[in-house]
């Protein structure tokens, strides 16, 4: 289901990956297929690979990797024939770097996969900054980016980032519950790590 589909008292599912799951994501069409259902809903290969511009037998064997690895399932649905369905199991991903120390391969997904976010966040960042002389004052006036300068310690960045974790929560339930005229999908980036100084 989509995110529109839920129950607004629902929290959002997270899956916490294991080291097999995160070095069967990393890669370039498997990530991109998570994130297709996961932003639209259940689909057939047939749809993703029209979506992502790839082809059908691509599209089913890396669906199928997901599923091996208990990241999508197949979904029945009556009167599809010989169509199959697929769905995300879990709306969010999340790791930390030391739960695969000594895993030199997930330890390499980790860091194709932090690559690939950023390169996400700019091309989406860039996309709407090009097509938002287009948008109304409304969209254009509360669309943006910024940063902070915090000095904390990690058990404050991490207590800041649950804080913020919660608080989008909130939001998300918010706006399930009200939904408004005009609304629209929001894609919302955060990232905290220690300043390292001007990059060279």
């Given amino acids: ?3 529109d589909e839920r129950r607004t008292d629902e929290r959002m599912t997270e899956v916490h990956l294991s080291a097999r ?3 069967v994501l990393a890669h ?3 990530i991109r297929l998570l994130g297709e259902l996961r932003l639209q809903g259940p689909a057939t290969a047939t749809r993703l690979a ?3 511009d790839t082809n059908t037998g691509a599209t089913s064997y890396h669906l199928r990797q997901l599923a091996d690895a208990g990241l999508v399932v197949e979904e029945d649905r009556p009167g599809s024939g010989r169509q199959r369905w697929w769905r995300a199991l879990h709306e969010l991903s999340s790791w930390q770097r030391s739960d695969y120390e000594g895993d030199a391969d997930a330890a390499a997904a980790v860091d194709w996969l932090e690559s690939y976010q950023l390169n ?3 091309q989406r960042v860039e996309a709407w900054r090009l097509i938002a002389p287009g948008e109304t004052q409304e969209w254009r ?4 980016l910024g940063d902070y300068a915090l000095t904390l310690a990690p058990e404050q960045l991490h207590a800041l ?3 913020l974790e919660e608080l989008i929560e909130r939001h998300r339930a918010r706006a399930l519950a009200d939904p408004r005229p005009g609304a629209r999908q929001v894609m919302l980036f955060y990232g905290a790590m220690p300043w390292v100084g001007e990059v060279k």
């Fill in 1 to 3: 289901m989509t995110s």
């Fill in 28 to 30: 370039p069409l498997r």
């Fill in 161 to 163: 980032q649950s804080e």
């Fill in 50 to 52: 029209e979506a992502l």
């Fill in 21 to 23: 799951q995160i070095r």
């Fill in 120 to 122: 996400l966040m700019v």
């Fill in 141 to 144: 006036d509360v669309s943006g």
